[in-house]
């Protein structure tokens, strides 16, 4: 069973950039697809970007629209989220996840890493 495991994220400053990183460990299946969700305080669990295998179809949030790039490697269960141009309303702990096929549900929730953006 693969295992995800987030870092990369700290405090940062308005209109700052961050990095996050999703690396996938143990048994290695290739994902179908992957994705980052973000849950702020007092909210639900929001998806934020993901990451098909073969056609590379990536997805965004209008929130994070021209902000947030995706990138990564499915075959290796990696991915990356550039963040860019942050906002207050970023700041949320994030997650990676994964699908195995078109059917299924995400999985594999990594344990977040925390995100903190001030203004």
């Known amino acids: 069973q693969v295992q995800l495991q987030e870092s990369g994220g700290q405090s940062v400053q308005a209109g700052g950039s961050l990095r996050l990183s999703c690396a996938g460990s143990?048994?290695?299946?290739?994902?179908?697809?992957m994705a980052w969700f973000r849950q702020a305080p007092g909210k639900d669990r929001e998806f934020v970007a993901g990451?098909?295998?073969?056609?590379?179809?990536?997805r965004y949030a209008d929130s994070v629209q021209g902000r947030f790039t995706i990138s990564g490697d499915l075959a290796r269960n990696t991915i990356h989220l550039q963040m860019n141009n942050l906002k207050p309303e970023d700041t949320a702990v994030y997650y990676c996840a994964r699908k195995i096929s078109s059917n299924t549900n995400w999985g594999s929730w990594g344990q977040g890493t925390q995100v903190t953006v001030s203004s």
């Open positions: 143990g048994r290695t299946v290739s994902s179908y697809a």
């Open positions: 990451i098909t295998y073969g056609v590379g179809n990536s």
